[in-house]
T-cell receptor, first 114, second 115 residues
Framework: DAMVIQNPRYQVTQFGKPVTLSCSQT?????MYWYQQKSSQAPKLLFH???????NEADTPDNFQSRRPNTSFCFLDIRSPGLGDAAMYLC?????????????FGPGTRLTVL | KNQVEQSPQSLIILEGKNCTLQ??????????LRWYKQDTGRGPVSLTI?????NTKSNGRYTATLDADTKQSSLHITASQLSDSASYIC??????????????FGRGTQLTVWP
């Protein structure tokens, strides 16, 4: 049974053409994260939602936005993708309020920018 | 500076052999340490989580150790299988109390198991 679902698994877009990646969860977790992972590198946190509170990392480009319309869904919007934005995008969830809780990752969306 | 360093960067072993992966960290204050397995093109999957008071934890053929004094952890894989080929990522959580801890990721060790 899938717990953190990401759609699509593979996304191809053109340079400058907006794209939206989707994440949904069946765990009812408070916290949802978006990470960017480039080849052979560690995942880099872009931002996270703690319930409805949005927390942006200081070095996340303005080109990246996020929406969380409800507990289950979170979206990553890339307004004008550049070639450097090609990467794996990982969504993760966690129960908030307990620092020892595990983060559950989705399978990721591989973004290609042409 | 809060960092997580893993070694080796890559490792090739024969099926059935054992191996040990290393993780050193400087994250403070320390909350917990996690090992994840990430198959190519997939999201990370948790193997173990250890808090300050735990110095060993097993999950099947995977055994993780933690020395909080020296800030070192290891992941030992016993009787390796072809399906163990993956990247193994060490992740350290920072924080105290009930606050949501920031995670620091290592760059991973790429393990390849040959038949």
């Amino acid at each position: 049974d899938a717990m953190v679902i990401q759609n699509p698994r593979y996304q191809v877009t053109q340079f400058g053409k907006p794209v939206t990646l989707s994440c949904s969860q069946t765990l009812n977790h408070n916290v949802m994260y978006w990470y960017q992972q480039k080849s052979s590198q560690a995942p880099k946190l872009l931002f996270h939602y703690y319930d409805k509170d949005f927390n942006n990392e200081a070095d996340t480009p303005d080109n990246f936005q996020s929406r969380r319309p409800n507990t289950s869904f979170c979206f990553l919007d890339i307004r004008s993708p550049g070639l450097g934005d090609a990467a794996m995008y990982l969504c993760a969830t966690q129960t908030g309020g307990a620092r020892g809780n595990e983060q559950f990752f989705g399978p990721g969306t591989r973004l290609t920018v042409l | 500076k809060n960092q997580v360093e893993q070694s080796p960067q890559s490792l090739i072993i024969l099926e059935g052999k054992n191996c040990t992966l290393q993780c050193n960290y400087t994250v403070s204050p320390f909350s917990n340490l996690r090992w994840y397995k990430q198959d190519t093109g997939r999201g990370p999957v948790s193997l173990t989580i250890m808090t300050f008071s735990e110095n060993t934890k097993s999950n099947g053929r995977y055994t993780a150790t933690l020395d909080a004094d020296t800030k070192q952890s290891s992941l030992h894989i016993t009787a390796s299988q072809l399906s163990d080929s993956a990247s193994y990522i060490c992740v350290v959580s920072q924080g105290r109390g009930s606050t949501l801890g920031r995670l620091y990721f290592g760059r991973g060790t790429q393990l390849t198991v040959w038949p």
